[in-house]
């Protein structure tokens, strides 16, 4: 995604009026600190982890559609959470009633951002 359509995306979502040279600077400033927390190291162990899913509505290409946000998390000895994976998963009903019970219609994007 280019500045200039991050620009446009906040516009539309939260009538937020910034410059794709602003996006740019901030990004820059930012840039390396997420660098920083992708490279380091993790811990050896982690006793607890949680798996968990959140159904939202996103709007993509003009169009809102139910996804699912999933989050990975780690709890090290010490009690401190690390997040260790996002992913984001288009759902698709099962059928005509099936309320929240979905199933996934595609593959879900994982990424790693801490």
Excluded at 40 to 48: A, K, V
Excluded at 52 to 76: E, P, T
Excluded at 86 to 92: M, R, Y
Aim: charged share 25%; net charge positive; glycine share 6%.
């Amino acid at each position: 995604m280019s500045t200039r359509d991050s620009s446009l995306q906040l516009a539309e979502l939260y009538s937020a009026q910034l410059s794709p040279a602003l996006i740019s600077e901030v990004t820059d400033l930012v840039s390396e600190d997420v660098k920083a927390l992708q490279r380091r190291l993790l811990d050896e162990l982690y006793p607890i982890a949680y798996c968990d899913a959140l159904d939202v509505n996103i709007k993509v290409a003009r169009q809102v559609s139910k996804r699912a946000v999933y989050v990975v998390l780690g709890l090290n000895r010490g009690a401190t959470k690390t997040c260790w994976a996002l992913g984001l998963a288009k759902l698709k009903a099962k059928g005509p009633n099936s309320g929240s019970k979905s199933s996934l219609s595609s593959k879900i994007g994982v990424f790693r951002i801490f």
